[in-house]
């Protein structure tokens, strides 16, 4: 059987292998943050409440791009562990204001140190510069695809990317 010739594709399709290594980064990113008792959307709250300073509860909730009651069940994880506090606003005593804590900046540290080693682990084959340069690229590609998605709907607000 003969293969049809396919018009108007290009060279390469990243797709597939962004897929894939994310993947890899994902298992092995969730295998070192287990010990550390946090998860993937502890530790984008942590780095946002870092990142940006106090936030109330609901504006987290669109930063993070999370149904507000989600939250709520992330924020109650975070605060049996000490990372995080939550505190009644000054403004206005209907909102909750949450701060990142000393031990809060300390377990992002010591997570953000676990996934640089898994970095170092699945780019191993990449030179620095080559790091570098798929770093840069990436954030090229997700800040224009965060534009399209933001113009689309403002519902769905995407987390800044992070850096380890």
Request: proline share 5%; aromatic share 2%; net charge negative.
């Amino acid at each position: 059987m003969a293969s049809l010739p396919v018009l108007n594709q290009p060279p390469h399709q990243s797709g597939a292998l962004l897929d894939h290594l994310a993947r890899r980064v994902r298992t092995r990113s969730e295998t070192v943050l287990a010990p550390l008792g946090l998860r993937t959307r502890h530790l984008v709250t942590l780095t946002v409440l870092r990142d940006h300073g106090s936030s109330t509860q609901q504006a987290l909730a669109a930063t993070l791009g999370i149904d507000s009651t989600n939250l709520v069940g992330l924020l109650n994880d975070l605060e049996a562990d000490h990372l995080i506090e939550r505190r009644r606003s000054p403004q206005d005593r209907r909102r909750h204001v949450v701060d990142l804590t000393d031990a809060g900046v300390k377990k992002l540290a010591k997570a953000e140190f676990a996934l640089a080693a898994v970095e170092d682990e699945v780019l191993a084959a990449l030179t620095f510069e080559q790091r570098e340069q798929l770093y840069s690229l990436l954030q090229q590609a997700t800040a224009a695809t965060d534009v399209v998605a933001c113009a689309g709907s403002e519902d769905e607000p995407m987390p800044p990317p992070m850096r380890s």
